[in-house]
């Protein structure tokens, strides 16, 4: 493993590391504070605010001021009693001046973050993982304990459906695809100081708004639906071996589903008329093969020693040494080479797939457009099959030939070739 690919890990580690345990803990704890301090506001009639430590400084309404009318009232009557009442109301209300909410040391919070909150030992997860497997369920569990399966209630079909739902809303949630931005930026910036460029935020920003970025997004995320579908399918129907082969949908069809939506995005924004054929030919296979078992391994492996945290950290570093391996086997089937490049590239970096929770999105390298439809010429020839179309259909029909095989072939296909021109007259509208 060379250094490039040892600096890739660690800057990949500590985006992640700080996103998930320090930049969300850091907003969560400052919205936190705020909102006990307008509760405290709300329920008490009091004026309350927060000191840079989190502590609140709480003014009570029952302070100096009525200990002040009690002062005058003694002076005034010389009941030397009323300076005592003073002094005792002064003493209490000096107490409630700075009232302590609750403080929270933000490195504490971090920590508590990673650690696990189970309170479960790795010999136990890994019982329970086993278990999982023995009873036909997914190997791999959510830790968000919202979005778990209960399939001890559901029927396979259900518990199918329930995982695609939570699945799409985790993978298009607000909060992940701001996550998703955010490191997505971030990679980018790393490989700008890795190929000795200078450092652009606004062209690193710039990608987001690239048709290659928002179609490996949107690809990815339905592939994260589709592939816990099938997973939770598996697992819940083949007994045995079905929630092992079933683990590794997600990663699967993510991954693949961000490969093909990335090139169908690229190819629209050029003006090109996307393959799926051309698109699915020019992925490397074998390292898709290797970032799909490594992730979901090192996936697994994280869940184990340190779930959450460590379930995200595992992917990541399960994919990378995955294309590794992969490359590797490769070579071994060429004479010429140790090691085959493989084809592949990390993109972006991707929120919000269960039940890994990220990964990385991968693209094939040097594509070319050689061979590629454009829009504009795929245009005429469907213009000039529809006419085709329409005059042989015509012709049928002065003959009285309405039930003739060709007669309806015809006639569909003069309804396909409309239907297409209506798609492509749509997104050139759409692009101006």
């Given at each position: 493993?060379n250094k490039t690919?040892?600096?890739?890990?660690?800057?990949s580690?500590?985006?992640?590391v700080?996103?998930s345990?320090?930049?969300?803990?850091a907003?969560?704890l400052?919205?936190n504070?705020?909102?006990?301090?307008?509760?405290?506001?709300?329920?008490?009639?009091?004026?309350?605010?927060?000191d840079?430590?989190?502590?609140?400084?709480?003014?009570?309404?029952?302070?100096s001021?009525?200990?002040?009318?009690?002062?005058?009232s003694?002076?005034?009557?010389g009941?030397?009693?009323?300076d005592?009442?003073?002094l005792?109301?002064?003493?209490?209300?000096?107490?409630?001046?700075?009232a302590?909410i609750?403080?929270?040391?933000?490195?504490?919070?971090?920590?508590?973050?990673?650690?696990?909150?189970d309170g479960?030992t790795?010999k136990?997860?890994?019982s329970?993982?086993?278990?999982?497997?023995?009873e036909?369920?997914?190997a791999?569990?959510?830790?968000?304990?919202?979005?778990?399966?209960?399939?001890?209630?559901?029927?396979?079909?259900?518990?199918?459906?329930?995982?695609?739902?939570?699945?799409?809303?985790?993978?298009?949630?607000p909060?992940?695809?701001?996550?998703?931005?955010?490191?997505?930026?971030?990679?980018?910036i790393?490989e700008?100081v890795?190929?000795g460029?200078k450092?652009?935020?606004?062209?690193?920003?710039?990608?987001?708004?690239?048709?290659k970025?928002?179609?490996?997004?949107?690809?990815?995320?339905?592939?994260?639906?589709?592939?816990?579908?099938?997973?939770?399918a598996?697992?819940?129907?083949?007994?045995g071996?079905?929630p092992?082969?079933?683990?590794?949908?997600?990663?699967?069809?993510?991954?693949?589903?961000?490969?093909?939506?990335?090139?169908?995005?690229d190819d629209?924004?050029?003006?090109y008329?996307?393959?799926?054929?051309?698109?699915?030919?020019?992925?490397d296979?074998?390292?898709?093969?290797?970032?799909?078992?490594?992730?979901?391994?090192?996936a697994?492996?994280?869940s184990?020693?340190?779930p959450?945290?460590g379930?995200a950290?595992?992917?990541?570093?399960?994919?990378?040494i995955?294309?590794k391996?992969?490359?590797?086997?490769?070579g071994?089937?060429?004479?010429?080479?140790?090691?085959?490049?493989?084809t592949?590239?990390?993109?972006?970096?991707?929120?919000?797939?269960d039940?890994?929770g990220?990964i990385?999105?991968?693209?094939?390298?040097?594509t070319?457009?050689?061979?590629?439809?454009?829009?504009?010429d795929?245009?005429?020839?469907l213009?000039?099959?529809?006419?085709?179309?329409?005059?042989?259909?015509?012709q049928?029909?002065?003959e009285g030939?309405?039930?003739?095989?060709?007669?309806?072939?015809?006639?569909?296909?003069?309804k396909e070739?409309?239907?297409?021109?209506?798609?492509?007259?749509?997104?050139?509208?759409?692009?101006?």
């Amino acid at each position: 493993m060379n250094k490039t690919m040892i600096k890739k890990i660690i800057s990949s580690l500590l985006i992640v590391v700080f996103i998930s345990t320090i930049a969300f803990p850091a907003v969560a704890l400052a919205q936190n504070n705020t909102q006990r301090a307008l509760k405290r506001i709300a329920d008490g009639n009091e004026t309350a605010s927060s000191d840079m430590n989190g502590n609140a400084i709480q003014l009570d309404n029952s302070g100096s001021s009525q200990g002040a009318d009690a002062s005058v009232s003694g002076i005034m009557t010389g009941d030397a009693g009323g300076d005592i009442d003073f002094l005792a109301k002064d003493s209490q209300s000096s107490a409630n001046i700075v009232a302590p909410i609750e403080k929270k040391n933000l490195i504490k919070t971090v920590i508590g973050n990673i650690l696990p909150k189970d309170g479960l030992t790795i010999k136990e997860r890994a019982s329970n993982m086993a278990g999982r497997i023995r009873e036909g369920k997914n190997a791999i569990q959510e830790t968000n304990v919202k979005n778990k399966i209960d399939f001890d209630n559901l029927t396979s079909r259900q518990a199918t459906v329930a995982s695609g739902k939570i699945a799409f809303k985790n993978a298009f949630s607000p909060v992940n695809i701001g996550f998703s931005a955010a490191t997505t930026v971030g990679f980018k910036i790393f490989e700008q100081v890795k190929n000795g460029e200078k450092v652009d935020i606004i062209k690193a920003a710039s990608e987001l708004t690239k048709g290659k970025y928002i179609g490996s997004f949107i690809g990815s995320g339905l592939g994260s639906v589709a592939g816990n579908m099938v997973g939770t399918a598996i697992s819940t129907a083949v007994p045995g071996v079905g929630p092992i082969i079933g683990a590794f949908m997600p990663a699967l069809f993510s991954m693949a589903g961000g490969a093909l939506g990335g090139q169908f995005g690229d190819d629209i924004s050029k003006g090109y008329v996307p393959s799926f054929q051309k698109a699915w030919a020019s992925i490397d296979k074998v390292d898709l093969a290797g970032r799909v078992v490594g992730t979901t391994v090192g996936a697994a492996i994280g869940s184990l020693l340190l779930p959450g945290v460590g379930t995200a950290i595992g992917s990541i570093v399960g994919g990378i040494i995955g294309s590794k391996v992969a490359g590797f086997v490769k070579g071994l089937f060429n004479k010429d080479k140790e090691e085959t490049p493989v084809t592949n590239k990390v993109d972006n970096i991707r929120y919000g797939v269960d039940p890994q929770g990220v990964i990385l999105n991968i693209l094939p390298q040097n594509t070319s457009d050689e061979g590629k439809v454009k829009i504009s010429d795929k245009y005429v020839e469907l213009k000039q099959k529809m006419i085709n179309a329409y005059n042989k259909y015509k012709q049928y029909l002065t003959e009285g030939k309405l039930d003739d095989p060709e007669c309806k072939k015809a006639f569909e296909d003069f309804k396909e070739s409309a239907s297409e021109i209506e798609k492509i007259n749509a997104q050139n509208k759409a692009s101006k």
